[in-house]
């Protein structure tokens, strides 16, 4: 059974930082392409960083390109995303998802297994 859990969520001043984590367990982590999206209040769900299963290639949606950071472990099985010069607009739910063996890692419906998300809210 896979198993996507987030945490480091929480509520921070504009300009200030977070890191979130995501524990994968039941997969072949090393097989995974695995990326962060966000869906704030009223929007669709949107892209925010990948790493890729093979190459090291990590790619990021444009709002975030110098500020957030991901990257990941394998042997701890976990995926992480430092988010830094937060903003307002950074607000949402941040999910960690997992896709097989993919390089389109900007697609939603590439990947297989989602986590429940956690909150990120950035005060003014």
């Known amino acids: 059974q896979v198993q996507l859990v987030e945490s480091g969520g929480g509520l921070v001043q504009a300009g200030g930082s977070l890191r979130l984590s995501c524990v994968a367990s039941?997969?072949?982590?090393?097989?995974?392409?695995m990326g962060w999206f966000r869906q704030a209040p009223g929007k669709e769900r949107e892209f925010v960083a990948a790493?890729?299963?093979?190459?090291?290639?990590?790619i990021y949606t444009d709002s975030v390109k110098g500020r957030f950071t991901i990257s990941r472990d394998n042997a701890k099985t976990t995926v992480y995303l430092q988010m830094n010069s937060l903003k307002p607009d950074d607000t949402a739910v941040y999910s960690c998802?997992?896709?097989?063996?993919?390089?389109?890692?900007?697609?939603?419906?590439?990947?297989?297994?989602w986590g429940q998300g956690t909150q990120v809210t950035v005060s003014p």
């Open positions: 039941g997969l072949t982590f090393s097989w995974y392409t």
């Open positions: 790493t890729v299963w093979s190459g090291g290639i990590t």
């Open positions: 998802a997992a896709a097989i063996r993919t390089n389109r890692a900007t697609l939603s419906d590439e990947y297989d297994y």
